[in-house]
């Protein structure tokens, strides 16, 4: 049996114990790890959590992270300070109110090792000391950590080429070209092996908005798929944990764009090439928040390497010419809305744009995320280049403003409805929708078209202007736009 105390006491891993003496004994069932703020959906009884501190920002952050892990039952959590200058205090302090095990993690050592001598241990511990197939895969996925070297070592050893597979049908890696059919829309949810048009299709587990799967060209591919499934598993954590690292150094230049601030000197050390015209691209999740919004986000325009971050309540995605992304993205939730774990989702585009217009890319990318919001579907997306100019004129005026201008230019009109039981505000509207043309608003309206020349004589006598004069409807029209 692999305990927490087993870990400990490996030489090579120089782990060194900060609190949870008395629960050294736990048992381990395997490593996993996570850089989330809220892990509570993806960490379960028996697991070490390996992390290295992303999710913390300041004091207070540890509570609810430890008390996730305590409600699951997690054996430890195996922490790296190395961007946080050690182990913060107050997480610490909350292992030790939760009677969670904190183990230390050197600085200068990577999670790929501590993940390759935690496998090993507990495959020895339960009897199946790793050989043959299986430790060529386990030497393939700590001697070079990239996922096409690994699904190599794989097809090799199950004699079969293998894939990874998106939930958002994109493929992320293979040794031969694609299979037929479409793997990711006949994999059955739950089932841990679907088998369609000769191909074993498993789950690659793990804490991700938008799941991979694992294709193998075999339908009876054996107990090594799995195991390569969990290597796949850690591949992708890792990744994950690269891109992470990468958007906090990006975060600079999202905070920048999003709300205000020297963009061309936080653009200068992002990377981006400096003449690209850029698209902003917004994510909100209203219910599981921007952490898991950013997965998803960063999934959907992965082949674009775009910079991926959140900023408050929202996730940005920086992207260098992503093409008609608003297609692709449509096509990819459609194909992951089985597989997603998250909600609602909203995402809205600004741009394209150089670097001096960043800023209005990102206000025009939250006007159509606002308006993907107000459609009330559960995934909605909307492109900026798609909203009207007078719609986003008038998305971009605050509250307040919103409601004197509709009071101050409809406000006769408003309270002579209320008062006679009639609708001439729509009458109004309509008619400006029909370019000013009786005989087309009275044949939308179903009115005869003297009926619709006294209306808009009566309406405009209550506001005091002319609605045939081009500048008037102008006013008007937007007053009315501001009450949608």
């Given at each position: 049996?692999?305990?927490?105390?087993?870990?400990?006491?490996?030489?090579?891993?120089?782990?060194?114990?900060?609190?949870?003496?008395?629960?050294?004994?736990?048992?381990?069932?395997?490593?996993y790890v996570t850089e989330l703020p809220d892990p509570s959906r993806y960490v379960s009884a028996g697991e070490v959590v390996l992390s290295g501190l992303l999710w913390w920002r300041g004091p207070g952050d540890a509570g609810p992270f430890v008390a996730a892990l305590a409600r699951a039952g997690v054996a430890?959590?195996?922490?790296?300070?190395?961007?946080?200058?050690?182990?913060?205090?107050?997480?610490?302090?909350?292992?030790?109110?939760?009677?969670?095990?904190?183990?230390?993690?050197?600085?200068?050592?990577?999670?790929?090792?501590?993940?390759?001598?935690?496998?090993?241990?507990?495959?020895?511990?339960?009897?199946?000391?790793?050989?043959?197939?299986?430790?060529?895969?386990?030497?393939?996925?700590?001697?070079?950590?990239?996922?096409?070297?690994?699904?190599?070592?794989?097809?090799?050893?199950?004699?079969?080429?293998?894939?990874?597979?998106?939930?958002?049908?994109?493929?992320?890696?293979?040794?031969?070209?694609?299979?037929?059919?479409?793997?990711?829309?006949?994999?059955?949810?739950?089932?841990?092996?679907?088998?369609?048009?000769?191909?074993?299709?498993?789950?690659?587990?793990?804490?991700?908005?938008?799941?991979?799967?694992?294709?193998?060209?075999?339908?009876?591919?054996?107990?090594?798929?799995?195991?390569?499934?969990?290597?796949?598993?850690?591949?992708?954590?890792?990744?994950?944990?690269?891109?992470?690292?990468?958007?906090?150094?990006?975060?600079?230049?999202?905070?920048?764009?999003?709300?205000?601030?020297?963009?061309a000197e936080a653009f200068a050390a992002s990377g981006l090439p400096e003449d690209a015209e850029i698209h902003v691209l917004l994510a909100r999740a209203p219910d599981d928040g921007a952490a898991l919004a950013a997965d998803v986000l960063a999934e959907l325009v992965a082949e674009a390497r775009p910079v991926?971050?959140?900023?408050?309540?929202?996730?940005?995605?920086?992207?260098?010419?992503?093409?008609?992304?608003?297609?692709?993205?449509?096509?990819?939730?459609?194909?992951?809305?089985?597989?997603?774990?998250?909600?609602?989702?909203?995402?809205?585009?600004?741009?394209?744009?150089?670097?001096?217009?960043?800023?209005?890319?990102?206000?025009?990318?939250?006007?159509?995320?606002?308006?993907?919001?107000?459609?009330?579907?559960?995934?909605?997306?909307?492109?900026?280049?798609?909203?009207?100019?007078?719609?986003?004129?008038?998305?971009?005026?605050?509250?307040?403003?919103?409601?004197?201008?509709?009071?101050?230019?409809?406000?006769?009109?408003?309270?002579?409805?209320?008062?006679?039981?009639?609708?001439?505000?729509?009458?109004?509207?309509?008619?400006?929708?029909?370019?000013?043309?009786?005989?087309?608003?009275?044949?939308?309206?179903?009115?005869?078209?003297?009926?619709?020349?006294?209306?808009?004589?009566?309406?405009?006598?209550?506001?005091?202007?002319?609605?045939?004069?081009?500048?008037?409807?102008?006013?008007?029209?937007?007053?009315?736009?501001?009450?949608?």
């Amino acid at each position: 049996m692999t305990t927490v105390k087993t870990l400990l006491e490996i030489p090579e891993l120089r782990m060194r114990l900060r609190t949870g003496a008395g629960a050294l004994g736990r048992e381990v069932s395997r490593i996993y790890v996570t850089e989330l703020p809220d892990p509570s959906r993806y960490v379960s009884a028996g697991e070490v959590v390996l992390s290295g501190l992303l999710w913390w920002r300041g004091p207070g952050d540890a509570g609810p992270f430890v008390a996730a892990l305590a409600r699951a039952g997690v054996a430890a959590l195996a922490a790296s300070g190395a961007d946080t200058g050690g182990i913060p205090q107050d997480v610490v302090h909350a292992c030790a109110q939760h009677r969670i095990p904190l183990l230390e993690v050197p600085p200068d050592l990577s999670f790929a090792v501590i993940t390759e001598r935690v496998v090993l241990e507990l495959a020895a511990a339960r009897g199946r000391e790793p050989g043959g197939a299986r430790k060529r895969l386990l030497s393939a996925a700590t001697e070079d950590v990239s996922l096409p070297a690994l699904l190599r070592q794989g097809a090799i050893e199950l004699g079969a080429p293998c894939w990874v597979l998106s939930g958002t049908g994109r493929l992320v890696a293979g040794t031969a070209e694609p299979p037929g059919g479409d793997l990711v829309a006949n994999f059955v949810p739950g089932q841990e092996v679907s088998v369609h048009d000769g191909c074993a299709v498993l789950p690659v587990g793990g804490s991700f908005a938008v799941p991979w799967l694992l294709a193998v060209g075999h339908p009876e591919p054996g107990a090594l798929a799995g195991e390569l499934a969990e290597l796949v598993r850690l591949a992708r954590a890792r990744l994950d944990q690269v891109r992470r690292m990468s958007g906090r150094s990006a975060e600079p230049l999202l905070h920048a764009v999003a709300e205000g601030g020297p963009v061309a000197e936080a653009f200068a050390a992002s990377g981006l090439p400096e003449d690209a015209e850029i698209h902003v691209l917004l994510a909100r999740a209203p219910d599981d928040g921007a952490a898991l919004a950013a997965d998803v986000l960063a999934e959907l325009v992965a082949e674009a390497r775009p910079v991926v971050g959140a900023v408050g309540e929202d996730a940005y995605a920086l992207v260098v010419e992503p093409g008609n992304w608003m297609g692709a993205a449509a096509d990819a939730l459609a194909q992951a809305d089985r597989l997603i774990s998250l909600s609602r989702f909203h995402l809205g585009s600004g741009g394209p744009a150089s670097v001096d217009g960043l800023r209005g890319a990102a206000q025009e990318a939250r006007h159509a995320v606002e308006l993907a919001g107000r459609r009330g579907g559960r995934i909605e997306l909307v492109a900026g280049e798609d909203i009207a100019v007078h719609q986003l004129l008038a998305a971009g005026a605050p509250d307040e403003l919103r409601r004197t201008v509709r009071a101050r230019v409809l406000g006769p009109l408003l309270a002579y409805d209320a008062a006679q039981g009639t609708d001439l505000v729509h009458t109004v509207r309509v008619y400006l929708e029909c370019s000013s043309s009786p005989t087309v608003a009275a044949r939308a309206l179903h009115v005869h078209v003297n009926t619709l020349r006294y209306r808009i004589a009566r309406a405009s006598e209550l506001l005091g202007v002319d609605l045939n004069d081009f500048v008037t409807q102008v006013d008007v029209y937007l007053a009315l736009l501001v009450t949608v």
